[in-house]
């Protein structure tokens, strides 16, 4: 699951990423509205969630979520603001808001929030994904291997998990070393670097040790595929 934050208080911004990324969530955080307006108009970044600061430099959230609307993206977007009138919660909402956050909040808040807002997506996530012996649990982070009697537990790190949620959620496909990238990594990840083929390898030793090491093939020349 990825997330467009849009905070340009440095210290704020860093705050609400450390806890998005402790959730495995992949966040991409840019500080000024113009950024993020490119980023959304570029197909290849499928995001989950979009939580955008009010006051920002170049275009504001507000412009940021009648933009969306306006390109009919049912994107669930929380606005966060110190404004705490009345009028303002309408002007945000109007405009296309799916919350508002008031400042200053706690961040189990604002996970709540999130977790609130994609529940009443139309693309929401079942609480589990299954495909052939593993089973993914998005309400405690955890993987297992179901082949044996007594399944235990696979220790993933977050990239490791939001990697085969990207393969589970696609099963039988190919997907592109590009796809990944897309998916899985933050727009400030070196596109030249080596990272999918290399978290692929550790995500294949850990599915070893639990009888699933065969499942995902590289397709020589094409990308990867998690067999069913």
């Keep these: 699951m990825r997330i467009l934050l849009v905070e340009d208080e440095a210290d704020l911004g860093e705050a609400i990423r ?125 993987v297992i291997g179901a082949s044996s009697d007594s399944p235990q537990p696979i220790s993933l790190t977050a990239k490791e998990f939001q990697l085969l949620e990207c393969f589970m959620q696609h099963p039988n496909q190919i997907l592109t070393r590009e796809q990944l990238m897309n998916r899985v990594w933050s727009i400030q990840t070196d596109p030249m670097s080596n990272v999918v083929a290399a978290q692929i390898r550790l995500l294949r030793k850990k599915l070893a040790d639990h009888g699933c090491g065969a499942m995902i093939e590289t397709v020589y020349g094409m990308g990867y595929r998690l067999n069913a």
């Excluded at 450390?18 to 840019?30: M, S």
């Excluded at 979520?65 to 669930?76: D, E, G």
């Excluded at 705490?84 to 709540?112: H, N, Q, S």
Aim: glycine share 8%.
């Design 18 to 142: 450390r806890a998005l990324l402790r959730e495995k969530y992949v966040v991409d955080w840019v500080q000024d509205g113009s950024s993020a307006q490119q980023i959304l108009d570029n197909a290849g970044f499928p995001y989950t969630l979009g939580i955008f600061d009010w006051l920002l430099p170049g275009l504001s959230g507000i412009d940021l979520c009648q933009h969306l609307r306006s390109q009919a993206n049912p994107l669930p977007v929380l606005l966060l603001t110190a404004k705490d009138r009345l009028e303002d919660r309408v002007t945000g909402l109007d405009a296309g808001a799916d919350d508002y956050l008031i400042k200053p909040f706690g961040m189990e808040e604002l996970l709540a929030r999130l977790r609130a807002l994609q529940r009443r997506s139309p693309t929401f996530q079942p609480t589990q994904l299954q495909v052939g012996d593993l089973i993914l649990d998005y309400g405690t982070s955890t």
